[in-house]
């Protein structure tokens, strides 16, 4: 019998955040993020000290997912940033630094907790109101009918990934694929829902970026020798498919748990073959030209097939399922009985392809609304970053048929928002605090931290030693080398803003930024000439950046807030 040991005590740790140890952790998470944010930000490589995957990014969701945390307040900071990730793939890093930010600031202040939560969510509603509005100065419409803006979306993420290795020639291309896939995955004729289909990303490591491409339906990678042997389909009608998620190879795996009964003298192999060519006359008898499985066909029943000019590919994966019945219409078989007529699907054509030194099925569908992206990259390194990716920007021109928006990016934004605020809390302070009981002082002292917070997270962006100035006109941001500071002509040195809108040759002033200077009204109301005549600009999702904003905020309160961690012995 084993020995019974007493419970221990739970560990409690009263005011967490004034320990030196966790201060210095979230210092060491913050230069983390920090140092991955933006277009030059530092690559990461994370690995097991043992041996096994390396991971190089700057990507918030596989730094994070290959980081191990074990405090509880760092816990909470990395889930909070991974469940926005995981809703929304963009503005991970941006929520993180923000987050970081303001818990630093705001800990140098000295109000009470319940003093600053309040305040931050009356900025926090400041801010979410003013981005929302017709009258925000950095929030440009998207116009689908021209791809202008929508380019200039996808080649921000892109640029932003260093660790894709991607060149200016290799960016545009890839962001002209991404735009294409999401395009194709629109329905032509909808009412008012919209389902959107589909873009499949197909590895293609070892070749040029620049041998990436699109094309319409699904690609299914098979062998050169599996090749040869299927004979190719001449029809001018469309093809009858049939789709199986259930093993056609004849083994027991499939029939689920309980007994199998076998009279004496049956062989059960051939019992079972027979009910598999039996199933293969049923598929021929109903015309089928196309057989697809999940798993594996068996190779009789591929032989008989092949006899009567039925294609059968197997081991398509689970993955390729759903864009299969998609495609093709079908409803998976799952049994090896009789089979209904309802079941098949059917597809316009079937070609085989080479791509590199991988050789294709190439399904071509009825209508368009499912794709593959065929992603090529040189090193197997640069292909998962650059995957990843293409992932986000897929999914952030999904957001934006949703809230067809964008804001400024290069860190305009930030400096903007930040000068809004200075300038609504110094002018109008009364409208934001509305009797809530706290004093115009501590309304000061915690904006001035927010705007702080905003203004570092934009000079995140400079990893070269530069500064970074402010105009006193639109608030947006500029950066110069860190050698040209003795030079007093700011417009020589300067030529765009971060976001690429507005050049130096306006009549502009310029500040450095965090520097003391009378709080300005930024303007507001974006010209619509500025933004048709800017060829290429830098910009963010607005739905992701929002939540960013607010889950950082959020995430920054309730770290604030804690009094206690009370942790588990046993």
Same mark, same amino acid.
């Given at each position: 019998?084993?020995?019974?040991e007493?419970?221990?005590?739970?560990?409690?740790?009263?005011?967490?955040?004034? %320990?030196?140890?966790?201060?210095?952790t979230?210092?060491?998470?913050?230069g983390?993020?920090?140092?991955c944010?933006g277009?030059?930000?530092?690559?990461?490589?994370?690995?097991?000290g043992?041996?096994?995957?390396?991971?190089?990014?700057?990507?918030?969701?596989?730094?994070?997912?290959?980081?191990?945390?074990?405090?509880?307040i760092?816990?909470i900071?990395?889930?909070s940033?991974?469940?926005?990730? %995981?809703?929304?793939?963009?503005?991970?890093?941006?929520?993180?630094? $923000?987050?970081?930010?303001?818990?630093?600031?705001?800990?140098?202040?000295?109000?009470?907790?319940?003093?600053?939560?309040k305040?931050?969510?009356?900025i926090?509603?400041l801010?979410?109101n003013?981005l929302k509005?017709?009258?925000?100065?950095c929030?440009?419409?998207?116009? &689908?009918?021209?791809t202008?803006?929508l380019?200039?979306?996808?080649r921000?993420?892109l640029t932003?990934?260093?660790?894709?290795?991607?060149?200016?020639?290799e960016?545009?291309?890839i962001?002209?694929?991404?735009?294409?896939?999401?395009?194709?995955?629109?329905?032509?004729?909808s009412?008012?829902?919209?389902?959107?289909g589909?873009?499949?990303?197909?590895?293609?490591k070892?070749?040029?970026?620049?041998?990436?491409?699109?094309?319409p339906?699904?690609?299914?990678?098979?062998?050169?020798?599996q090749?040869?042997?299927?004979?190719?389909?001449?029809?001018?009608?469309? $093809?009858r498919v049939?789709?199986?998620h259930?093993s056609?190879?004849?083994?027991?795996?499939?029939?689920?748990e309980?007994?199998?009964?076998?009279?004496?003298?049956?062989?059960l192999e051939?019992a079972?073959?027979d009910q598999?060519?039996?199933?293969?006359?049923?598929?021929?008898?109903?015309?089928?030209?196309?057989?697809l499985?999940q798993?594996v066909i068996?190779?009789?029943?591929?032989?008989?097939?092949?006899r009567?000019?039925v294609?059968?590919?197997?081991?398509v994966?689970?993955?390729?399922?759903?864009?299969?019945?998609?495609?093709?219409?079908?409803?998976?078989?799952?049994?090896?009985?009789?089979i209904?007529?309802s079941?098949?699907?059917?597809?316009?054509? $079937?070609?085989?392809a080479k791509?590199?030194?991988?050789?294709?099925?190439?399904?071509?569908?009825?209508?368009?609304?499912i794709?593959?992206?065929?992603?090529?990259?040189?090193?197997?390194?640069?292909?998962?970053?650059?995957?990843l990716?293409?992932q986000?920007?897929l999914h952030v021109?999904?957001?934006?048929?949703?809230?067809?928006?964008?804001? $400024?990016?290069?860190?305009?934004?930030?400096?903007?928002?930040?000068?809004y605020?200075?300038?609504?809390?110094?002018?109008?302070?009364?409208?934001?605090?509305?009797d809530?009981?706290?004093?115009?002082m501590e309304?000061?002292?915690?904006?001035?931290?927010?705007?702080s917070?905003?203004?570092?997270?934009?000079?995140s962006?400079?990893?070269?030693?530069?500064?970074?100035?402010t105009?006193?006109?639109?608030?947006h941001?500029w950066?110069?080398?860190?050698?040209s500071?003795?030079?007093?002509?700011?417009p020589?040195l300067?030529?765009?803003?971060?976001c690429?809108?507005?050049?130096?040759?306006e009549?502009?002033?310029?500040?450095?930024?965090r520097?003391?200077?009378?709080? &300005?009204?930024p303007?507001?109301c974006?010209?619509?000439e500025?933004?048709g005549?800017?060829s %290429?600009?830098?910009?963010?999702?607005l739905?992701?950046?929002?939540s960013?904003?607010?889950?950082?905020v959020?995430?920054a309160?309730?770290?604030?807030d804690?009094?206690?961690?009370?942790?588990?012995?046993?």
């Amino acid at each position: 019998m084993s020995r019974l040991e007493a419970k221990k005590s739970s560990l409690c740790k009263s005011e967490p955040l004034t %320990s030196e140890r966790v201060r210095a952790t979230l210092c060491v998470l913050k230069g983390i993020v920090t140092s991955c944010y933006g277009p030059s930000g530092r690559l990461k490589q994370l690995h097991n000290g043992l041996g096994g995957y390396v991971c190089t990014t700057s990507q918030s969701s596989a730094l994070l997912g290959n980081l191990s945390v074990t405090h509880p307040i760092l816990k909470i900071l990395t889930t909070s940033i991974q469940n926005h990730v %995981s809703c929304f793939s963009d503005c991970g890093l941006f929520t993180a630094i $923000l987050c970081c930010n303001l818990i630093e600031n705001i800990q140098r202040i000295g109000l009470t907790p319940t003093t600053v939560i309040k305040l931050n969510k009356q900025i926090l509603s400041l801010c979410t109101n003013y981005l929302k509005s017709q009258a925000c100065g950095c929030r440009i419409s998207v116009d &689908f009918s021209s791809t202008q803006i929508l380019l200039c979306l996808v080649r921000s993420i892109l640029t932003s990934k260093p660790a894709c290795m991607l060149t200016r020639k290799e960016v545009d291309h890839i962001s002209a694929l991404i735009l294409k896939a999401f395009l194709l995955t629109i329905p032509e004729n909808s009412e008012d829902h919209i389902i959107l289909g589909k873009s499949i990303i197909v590895p293609l490591k070892g070749q040029r970026v620049i041998d990436s491409t699109v094309l319409p339906g699904i690609l299914i990678e098979i062998s050169e020798v599996q090749l040869m042997k299927i004979l190719p389909i001449k029809k001018s009608s469309a $093809l009858r498919v049939a789709l199986f998620h259930v093993s056609l190879s004849g083994d027991l795996s499939d029939t689920g748990e309980g007994t199998v009964v076998v009279s004496y003298g049956v062989s059960l192999e051939h019992a079972i073959l027979d009910q598999l060519l039996n199933l293969g006359r049923q598929l021929v008898s109903d015309h089928v030209d196309l057989v697809l499985c999940q798993k594996v066909i068996h190779p009789s029943l591929k032989q008989f097939l092949s006899r009567h000019h039925v294609i059968a590919i197997d081991r398509v994966g689970v993955t390729l399922m759903e864009p299969l019945t998609k495609v093709t219409g079908t409803h998976p078989i799952g049994s090896l009985g009789s089979i209904s007529p309802s079941s098949y699907g059917s597809v316009k054509n $079937l070609c085989s392809a080479k791509f590199g030194s991988k050789h294709f099925f190439h399904l071509i569908p009825h209508e368009t609304t499912i794709c593959s992206l065929l992603l090529c990259n040189r090193s197997d390194t640069a292909w998962d970053e650059l995957k990843l990716t293409c992932q986000t920007a897929l999914h952030v021109l999904q957001l934006t048929i949703k809230e067809p928006w964008v804001l $400024l990016g290069g860190g305009c934004t930030e400096t903007h928002l930040a000068a809004y605020i200075r300038h609504k809390t110094h002018n109008e302070p009364e409208s934001i605090l509305k009797d809530n009981g706290c004093t115009q002082m501590e309304l000061q002292l915690i904006a001035e931290a927010f705007c702080s917070a905003l203004e570092s997270l934009a000079g995140s962006l400079e990893h070269d030693g530069g500064e970074i100035l402010t105009d006193m006109k639109y608030g947006h941001f500029w950066s110069i080398q860190a050698d040209s500071l003795s030079v007093v002509n700011w417009p020589d040195l300067l030529s765009q803003c971060g976001c690429g809108l507005y050049s130096s040759q306006e009549e502009l002033s310029w500040s450095f930024l965090r520097s003391t200077h009378h709080p &300005f009204a930024p303007q507001t109301c974006l010209p619509h000439e500025a933004v048709g005549s800017a060829s %290429s600009l830098t910009v963010d999702c607005l739905t992701a950046k929002l939540s960013g904003l607010q889950v950082a905020v959020e995430t920054a309160n309730l770290i604030l807030d804690l009094s206690y961690v009370i942790e588990d012995k046993n």
